[in-house]
Nanobody
């Protein structure tokens, strides 16, 4: 497993932007498929975006396509989530997750497929 620490959450007005970061420990970061999930109050945790080990493939849930961008810097052991045009429905705790398999061989949208999780960072979007 890898240790994950998220940062960058906060309060922003609708239409604003935030960039989340997730720093990973260890020397094998490039071996992990990385993803962002979120959980709003009273709702189940949902998939937001994922990125392959090399960074060459990305995927997004439909509701964030065109607004959010996931990226990674393997030299810095960090994955990012750039969030633009934020809306109140984006309010949630955002979690970083890591899985030591290629995104080709597992369901990267399923939270139970990931074996490492961060503590979460709160994102609140006011209307």
């Amino acid at each position: 497993q890898v240790q994950l620490v998220e940062s960058g959450g906060g309060l922003v007005q609708a239409g604003g932007s935030l960039r989340l970061a997730c720093a990973a420990s260890g020397r094998t970061f490039r071996s992990y498929t990385m993803a962002w999930f979120r959980q709003a109050p009273g709702k189940e945790r949902e998939y937001v975006a994922s990125i392959s080990r090399s960074g060459g493939r990305t995927a997004y849930t439909e509701s964030v396509k065109g607004r959010f961008t996931i990226s990674r810097d393997n030299a810095k052991n960090t994955v990012y989530l750039q969030m633009n045009s934020l809306q109140p429905e984006d309010t949630a705790v955002y979690y970083c997750a890591a899985e030591a398999r290629s995104d080709y061989v597992f369901n990267y949208e399923a939270d139970n497929e990931y074996d490492s999780w961060g503590q979460g960072t709160q994102v609140t979007v006011s209307s």
